[in-house]
């Protein structure tokens, strides 16, 4: 999934996307979550991540709901493993939606280093190199004849510290060489394409309805109240 948010052609503006997270929470807040859940689907299916997603929501909501179908029945645990569900496909997809440069760009313009606003992307790319280290380190406990699983973890966190430790002294060593002393310039700047008015739309929609929902809510029971 790395791969597919540092390449993908298919993003979606900062600023439409923090938005987008700022209403997912407020309406799964407001029990409104099946609008946040369609929303996130159509997003995911849009950035080519929707079946790497899948994979993660069920090792998230499994466990989950196995816990809570032993502690309050099905259906609670069903609807509260729902929400968990809901609020990670929504926070995932925020979060993967836009291209990274963008996100650097954004936050280079409210007073944000480049270096520091840029470390997502180090954050990126530092992962990708860890889980190759992790694979090479499997490949090398296998090939000593290591198969036990629960070997293979004991050994793992040694090798891996060195690793970090090592991959993190170079990477600091090269950013404190090449970053810039002066003012960056950004050759790709976050617009507003067509995906972002569309999800915008969406947004003021769906939240629109709901103000007016309450409101004539509130005033039924008013009117009940009085009459």
């Not at 179908?69 to 836009?98: E, H, K, N, Q």
């Not at 947004?203 to 039924?220: A, N, V």
Request: no cysteine; aromatic share 14%.
């Amino acid at each position: 999934m790395l791969k597919n948010v540092l390449a993908s052609k298919h993003y979606v503006n900062p600023l439409v996307s923090m938005v987008y997270l700022v209403w997912s929470f407020y309406m799964i807040y407001s029990g409104m979550g099946f609008f946040v859940l369609v929303a996130s689907i159509a997003i995911s299916i849009y950035l080519g991540i929707a079946r790497k997603l899948t994979i993660l929501l069920l090792w998230v909501a499994l466990p989950s709901f196995l816990i809570l179908f032993l502690l309050y029945g099905l259906w609670d645990a069903a609807v509260t493993t729902l929400r968990i569900a809901t609020i990670a496909l929504a926070a995932t997809t925020a979060f993967a939606s836009p291209k990274p440069q963008h996100t650097a760009y954004m936050l280079y313009k409210i007073g944000v280093p480049p270096l520091i606003a840029y470390s997502h992307l180090y954050v990126y790319r530092f992962l990708q190199l860890l889980s190759y280290a992790l694979n090479e380190a499997i490949d090398a406990a296998h090939g000593r004849g290591v198969r036990s699983r629960f070997k293979i973890l004991m050994l793992l966190p040694i090798p891996l510290l060195v690793y970090t430790i090592n991959t993190s002294t170079y990477l600091a060593e090269a950013l404190y060489i090449k970053y810039p002393r002066r003012e960056k310039t950004w050759v790709d700047k976050p617009g507003f394409r067509l995906v972002d008015i569309l999800l915008v739309l969406y947004i003021l929609t769906i939240f629109i309805i709901f103000i007016l929902y309450i409101l004539g809510h509130d005033l039924l029971v008013l009117k009940l109240l009085t009459y």
